[in-house]
């Protein structure tokens, strides 16, 4: 119980600290909403006038504390630029990052797991090499012209699918998936490529284990006794590479979006980081790093469903 | 001495490893009949384990297998994966050393022994869970039921040793191979344990392929003793000849350090280089890796290379 209730502080202390620090280095770069949305030929009186409305001529400090007083009451402020509540704007974004990293981890894994335990079993063999030279090159190109690729060959010249765009599943489902194939397929290709190398070290550990060599001599194949036993003990390790990796997709995932003109949190960050739209910046951060906590959590909660040993017990007999 | 339907016909063994062809085992040759038991003594790298491991065809990869294992007549070498996979924990099983990770650590240790017997029975009839209970039992697991349940890591390791004894006899196999089976064991369990696999193996009219750089922990399974050295056999005899009348030095030095109740107090231990010396074993590798010494080697299956392969 205790545990859980030492990682619940550790989750207030760093959404606290992190909030802090958005905010410092928000309200720190130059220029502000005010002369964004009044442009460059506007009068000093008049930028003046618009910041005292929007209430940006107070202490940053006490800005801060009302900011963090409505969190608390569950009121993320107001966008700036659109008059929205953030939430409104967070909500819909948030369900398209939500589906494309899934979704693309997802795919991701579909690629890496079969792929990096031939990479493993076949290690001395061509079929190994040619899995390590795919992923190699997987890894070297960059996500963004993958994308472009993608989309010129099954847009451009197939022409099978919608190059950009988003429509929500409950609007028009066929459309929803037609939209999110391309950029699901974007991200699950290039994290796959990264996953290989990972999944492919932690079974040739595997098969350097006693326990392989036993399911070895009770009769299983190689790469029976790698599914049997293996994948369960590799995931130990994985998960943790998994997790990280979810994280990083979950802020890297704006390449992506803007590739293909996804309205998820990446481009809803980038826009608002662009126009200074205080309030959105704040809450969407704040969004992402629950998330980056959430999964963190859920990777340590699985080591206790993966590996017995974690579960504290007893000795038997 | 080796009579055509024998149960296991090793001749010329010779195991080399990687693209420099390391020699791990040269020109191994022996026989079992059917319930029959030897003993293989030797220092680590004296080439038992891989000796065991190639008539397992559990060697690695980069491992080049030559000469000649027969199985009941047939030759084991070169046979496809999936045909050795059959052999493997029905007919014949291994019980390995390290009892602590020859486990799987995730998976419990009922099921181990259950999928055993399924992947070569099938569990069509549901009986897998009751032979488990039932080998635990036999192999002198008190409470068999709640050990099945058990996860390794909640076992000790004698207790765990027994469980991969039932794993390795759960299908009835005619040979059981075990490499240094007690070594890590404390004394007491250690004597049990052989205790038990004296009795499982005479109850099952099993052959025995028992390893150990020991030679009283040998003597306590099989009558007859092979002594390795540096990848050859340097001596066979029963156990209680090579006790009384070691022939080779290498043999004698084992022997003077096996019995150190002889020893007065006071006196130094003897070692095996007192008997064998650096040189003199020096000169026997330099004869070993003599071109005259290859050319013995059988070539009859150096088309099949590899065991092992999928």
């Known amino acids: 119980m205790g545990r859980y209730l030492r990682r619940l502080g550790i989750f207030a202390v760093t959404l606290l600290g992190a909030s802090i620090l958005i905010f410092a280095v928000t309200a720190a770069l130059p220029g502000d909403i005010a002369q964004v949305l009044l442009g460059t030929d506007a009068t000093p009186e008049r930028v003046e006038a618009l910041r005292r409305e929007y209430g940006l001529d107070r202490p940053l400090p006490l800005r801060y504390l009302e900011w963090l007083g409505g969190v608390l009451t569950g009121n993320f402020g107001i966008s700036h630029l659109s008059r929205q509540p953030v939430l409104a704007l967070i909500g819909p974004s948030l369900a398209v990052t939500a589906w494309l990293v899934g979704l693309g981890i997802l795919g991701a894994l579909l690629i890496a797991l079969p792929a990096g335990m031939v990479a493993a079993l076949k290690r001395r063999h061509w079929q190994g090499f040619a899995v390590n030279a795919l992923a190699q090159l997987g890894m070297a190109i960059p996500v963004f012209f993958g994308g472009m690729l993608i989309v010129l060959v099954f847009s451009g010249w197939l022409g099978w699918l919608p190059p950009n765009g988003y429509v929500p599943l409950r609007t028009d489902p066929v459309q929803w998936a037609r939209h999110l194939v391309l950029p699901v397929a974007t991200l699950a290709v290039v994290q796959g490529a990264v996953l290989i190398r990972y999944v492919r070290s932690a079974f040739v550990e595997v098969l350097s284990e006693d326990y392989y060599r036993t399911a070895r001599a009770i009769g299983w194949t190689p790469a029976a006794a790698l599914l049997r036993h293996g994948v369960r003990n590799a995931a130990v390790s994985l998960v943790t590479v998994i997790g990280l990796q979810l994280s990083a997709v979950l802020v890297g995932a704006i390449v992506v979006e803007y590739v293909f003109g996804l309205p998820g949190l990446g481009w809803l960050l980038l826009n608002a980081v662009g126009q200074r739209d205080l309030f959105v910046i704040q809450g969407t951060v704040m969004f992402l790093v629950l998330a980056v906590l959430v999964i963190n959590a859920l990777v340590d909660f699985s080591y206790l469903l993966i590996d017995p040993r974690q579960r504290a017990q007893g000795e038997i007999g | ?310």
């Not at chain 2, 390795?168 to 890590?184: F, K, Q, R, S, Y």
């Not at chain 2, 205790?195 to 922990?217: G, K, M, N, P, R």
Request: glycine letters at 8%; a negative charge; one cysteine or more.
């Open chain 2, 1 to 310: 001495m080796i009579t055509p339907r024998s149960l296991l016909e090793v001749t010329d063994l010779t195991v080399e490893f990687g693209r420099r062809r390391t020699r791990a085992v040269n020109a191994v040759s022996f026989g079992l009949e059917p319930g029959e038991r030897l003993g293989i003594i030797g220092e680590s790298g004296s080439g038992k384990t891989v000796t065991a491991l190639a008539v397992m065809g559990l060697l690695a990869e980069n491992a080049h297998v030559t000469g000649s294992i027969r199985w009941r007549g047939e030759e084991l070498l070169g046979r496809p994966e999936r045909e050795l996979a059959r052999l493997r924990g029905n007919a014949m099983s291994m019980v390995f050393q390290e009892p602590m990770t020859a486990l799987d650590p995730t998976m419990r240790v009922g099921r181990q022994v259950a999928e055993a017997f399924v992947l070569h029975r099938g569990d069509a009839t549901g009986s897998a869970r009751a032979r488990t209970v039932e080998m635990l039992d036999a192999v002198g697991l008190p409470d068999a039921e709640r050990i099945a349940d058990a996860f390794p890591h909640q076992l000790s390791g004698g207790q765990r040793q027994r469980v991969i004894l039932a794993m390795a006899l759960v299908n009835g196999p005619d040979l059981v191979i075990c490499d240094e089976p007690t070594t890590a064991l404390d004394v007491t369990v250690q004597a049990k344990v052989l205790e038990l696999l004296d009795e499982v193996l005479t109850a099952e009219q099993a052959a025995c392929l028992f390893i150990s750089h020991d030679l009283a922990v040998v003597s306590q399974v099989s009558r007859q003793v092979m002594v390795m050295l540096d990848g050859e056999v340097v001596e066979r005899a029963p156990a209680d000849r090579l006790f009384s009348a070691p022939g080779h030095p290498y043999t004698q030095g084992l022997v003077a350090t096996a019995r150190l109740d002889l020893v007065p107090p006071g006196e130094r231990l003897p070692t095996v280089e007192d008997y064998y010396t650096q040189e003199s074993r020096a000169e026997s590798q330099a004869r070993l890796s003599s071109p005259e010494a290859d050319a013995g080697v059988g070539e009859r299956n150096e088309e099949h290379g590899q065991v092992g392969r999928s």
